[in-house]
Nanobody, 121 residues
Framework: QVQVVESGGGLVQPGGSLRLSCAASGITFSIYAMGWYRQTPGKQRELVAAISSDGRTKTADSVKGRFTISRDNAKKTVYLQMNSLKPEDTAVYYC???????????????WGQGTQVTVSS
């Protein structure tokens, strides 16, 4: 059974930083691409960043230069480092595992429960 557990969300002031973590089990982690999405009420879930099995990355234009995705295959964990946070980054962030990456990210079947990130003074 695949389990996906996110952590690291919280309340942060504008300009601050957070690092989200996503630990996966029950899946051959190293062979899959992974992605981070976010969602706000009334809007569709949007891709924030993705990383291929061999470490290629893709980030949304709205977070480019501020957010960095990385992975540790030994720990079966994918990270999202978020710097220079803005109020518009406030959302529930979801980790997706088991995806595919061919320049674009294709979501896998497994999602975490989501972690709330709130950027506010």
């Amino acid at each position: 059974q695949v389990q996906v557990v996110e952590s690291g969300g919280g309340l942060v002031q504008p300009g601050g930083s957070l690092r989200l973590s996503c630990a996966a089990s029950g899946i051959t982690f190293s062979i899959y691409a992974m992605g981070w999405y976010r969602q706000t009420p009334g809007k569709q879930r949007e891709l924030v960043a993705a990383i291929s099995s061999d470490g290629r990355t893709k980030t949304a234009d709205s977070v480019k230069g501020r957010f960095t995705i990385s992975r540790d295959n030994a720990k079966k964990t994918v990270y999202l480092q978020m710097n220079s946070l803005k109020p518009e980054d406030t959302a529930v962030y979801y980790c997706n595992v088991g995806g595919a990456y061919t320049g674009s990210y294709y979501a896998g079947n497994y999602w975490g429960q989501g972690t709330q990130v709130t950027v506010s003074s």
